[in-house]
């Protein structure tokens, strides 16, 4: 793992000081002058993560954006084509950085991420889940999900759709709270009320009855939540 990555894993409230140190690093010229720097991109930890996935995973958008500025102004030519290959590198498990972000509850992350790399929100891992399966613990990030139009009827390699993942877990953790005497998570509920949502609304789509109604408009929820960070 580079010293760059290990910056990166600050928590998200240093994303602004993180950010000054790269600075710091990247654009003094006396250093650059004597100490060769590696690409920002080239960088990669032994399970496969370029910088994109530790900026994604720690709630790093400021650090992102400005890694992909450079990115783009060392291959003017192809600045935007640079920056998308970048993003699309995956990790050993196949995973891509949204599903990083997503882990994370970062909403500026996957804003960013979604607005570079669109197709980025139906791509799965090597398991066969896409970002959304990640996302059952955060309904707020499901509703942003659902709205920018990820696939709900997609199935992983067990073959189960997020719903189907999700309710399996619901009824997993009932089964668990019940001999703890806990409350049920309020949040995997919603989610599986969402998920429901957004099936059924296909269900009319494709029987006609839908009438042009958004999918985006499948439960309403307030606000995104907040949860740690995934660990690598």
């Known amino acids: 793992m580079s010293l760059f990555h290990h910056m990166l894993r600050h928590p998200r409230k240093d994303d602004e000081q993180v950010l000054e140190l790269f600075k710091c690093i990247y654009e003094d010229k006396p250093l650059k002058e004597r100490v060769s720097l590696p690409s920002l991109t ?38 935007k084509n640079n920056q998308r290959r970048f993003l699309e590198i995956r990790d050993k498990q196949g995973d891509t950085p949204l599903h990083y972000a ?14 570079l790399v669109p197709d980025m929100l139906n791509q799965q891992r090597s398991n066969g889940q896409t970002p959304l399966f990640d996302a059952f613990e955060r309904p ?12 709900y009827s997609v199935r992983c390699n067990r073959g189960l759709t997020p719903l189907e993942a999700a309710t ?7 089964q668990c709270l019940r001999r703890t005497s806990k409350a049920l998570p309020r949040r995997l509920s919603i989610t599986v009320n969402l998920l429901k949502k957004a099936e059924l609304a296909l269900t009319k789509a494709s029987t006609g ?11 309403q929820i307030s606000g995104p939540t907040r949860g740690s960070n995934p660990s690598n």
Not at 168 to 174: G, H, M, T, Y
Not at 209 to 219: D, F, N, R
């Open 140 to 151: 707020a990030i499901v509703q942003l999900l659902l709205s920018r139009g990820a696939d």
């Open 168 to 174: 399996d877990e619901l009824r997993w953790k009932r």
């Open 42 to 79: 080239s960088l990669r930890c032994d399970k496969g993560q370029t910088l994109a996935f530790y900026a994604a995973a720690y709630g790093h958008a400021k650090c992102l954006k400005w890694i992909l500025e450079q990115t783009a102004s060392l291959h003017a030519t192809g600045g």
């Open 209 to 219: 009855g839908l009438h042009g109604e958004s999918l985006s408009t499948a439960g």
């Open 102 to 115: 997503v882990k994370g509850g970062h909403v500026d992350v996957i804003e960013l991420l979604l607005s």
